[in-house]
C-alpha cells in the first residue's frame, strides 16, 4: 500500500520546518547544528529537488527517482504540511 504524501519545494519547506522544529539541522545528541537556518534550507535544496512528507510522518529529500529519509519520527508533520499547502 502506498501512503499518500505532501511535496514541498523551498518557500513551504521553510514554513513546514519553521526554526528546524523537527530537528533535521541537528547532531545526534538533538542540540541545533546551524547558524542560520535559511542557509541550511539552501543546502538541502542543492542536495534535493523537493521534501516530502508522509501521511505516516516521514520526511524524505528526493532527487530524481532517489529518496533518502531525513526522519521517521516527525510527530504530525503531516498535518503541519497540509496547513502550509492550504495556505500557499
Not at 34 to 44: A, C, G, I, N, P
Amino acid at each position: 500500500m502506498k501512503h499518500k504524501e505532501i511535496k514541498l519545494n523551498k518557500e513551504q519547506f521553510k514554513q513546514f520546518d519553521e526554526d528546524d522544529q523537527f530537528q533535521l539541522f541537528c547532531d545526534e545528541d538533538g542540540f541545533p547544528n546551524f547558524d542560520d537556518f535559511d542557509e541550511e534550507v539552501d543546502k538541502l535544496f542543492k542536495k534535493y529537488d523537493y521534501i516530502c512528507v508522509t501521511e505516516d510522518d516521514c520526511i524524505f529529500g528526493v532527487k530524481g527517482a532517489t529518496r533518502e529519509e531525513l526522519s521517521d519520527q516527525a510527530t504530525e508533520g503531516y498535518s503541519i504540511a497540509i496547513e502550509v499547502q492550504e495556505n500557499q
